[in-house]
């Protein structure tokens, strides 16, 4: 599986971003996919999660109500709509696949982005 992420940049607080993440190599139908931040000098989070039929995500106390995931198994993609942004949410954003947890404690994802820059000015 290859992940490939797409549509970061930079952003003015209160602003938004949409991420996608086009998969190659397998189908995402059968895998529970999420995205994932690290900022300088922090370590790796989980942010949000989303399970195969697409119900019920998972998402990280600071971006509740700010940030949506969502999925499109038939196009193959991941996607991450950002709202209201704000300066502690730049970092880097990576895509993930087998998502066992946003607690990598829990277990890491089998596969990983290449990881697309967010910052927040």
């Known amino acids: 599986v290859q992940l490939v992420e797409s549509g970061g940049g930079s952003v003015q607080a209160g602003g938004s971003l949409a991420l996608s993440c086009a998969a190659s190599?397998?189908?995402?139908?059968?895998?529970?996919m999420g995205w994932f931040r690290q900022a300088p000098g922090k370590e790796r989070e989980g942010v949000a999660s989303?399970?195969?039929?697409?119900?019920?995500?998972d998402y990280a106390d600071a971006v509740k109500g700010r940030f949506t995931i969502s999925r499109d198994n038939a196009k193959n993609t991941a996607y991450f709509q950002m709202n209201s942004l704000k300066s502690e949410d730049t970092a880097k954003y990576y895509c993930?696949?087998?998502?066992?947890?946003?607690?990598?404690?829990?277990?890491?994802?089998?596969?990983w982005g290449q990881g697309t820059q967010v910052t927040v000015s």
């Open positions: 190599g397998h189908i995402l139908g059968s895998r529970c």
């Open positions: 993930a696949a087998d998502v066992r947890s946003l607690s990598l404690e829990l277990g890491r994802p089998n596969y």
């Open positions: 989303i399970h195969t039929g697409g119900n019920s995500p």
